[in-house]
């Protein structure tokens, strides 16, 4: 068992094109032996966002504190703290801060 | 895609021997669509416990909000909003509020 705070893990700031202000702490990796998904945290500061962008992987969120909005092909959803998005594998999708405090929020991954 | 909010899914109490005080809602399920792993969120209310067991699937956890412990054979860790705790396959376990307020975490698992 591993136990640990999210602050114990250091943050990678997320340099792919398209993304603004974003960063990431992996916070179960596969080093931790996670056997089939890993957890990661973003933060993406006011004004920033994502990449938008589509891969064949699903992404599955919880949105931890700030404000903002999910970008899908045909329509945008507002976020908040307690707003739970799925990502199936291969739709587009990108995360934007329409807030004036960091967007946070948790993105599951398979491994 | 899918986005909701956490309220939007129905709780269900866990009637399970060994649990007390506990609730769960299956904020991403397997009828979502989700391909490798679900995630759930649980509160357990002052006083309560989930089941100190095992099985071969592993949890990754992430506390939302509230005080707790987390039973492994060995030791006993304390839990805050922001622990983030991996428990293996096979890891003996059990959840515990040692606080006054309900003890809330996200729980993933694989499908």
Redesign the interface.
Known sequence: ???????D?KTEAINAEGAKGVAKRV??SRS??????I?RQFTIEPGGNTPYHTHD??H?V?V?SGKGR?R?SDSV?D?SA????????N?E?GFINSGVEPLVF?C?V?K
Do not use: K
Request: hydrophobic share 50%; proline share 8%.
């Open positions: 068992m591993i136990v640990r705070r999210y602050t893990v916070l179960i931790d032996g996670a056997p089939n998904f957890m992987w699903e599955e919880y931890l999910v899908q959803c976020l307690g707003s739970v998005v799925l990502v199936l594998p739709e999708h948790l599951s398979p």
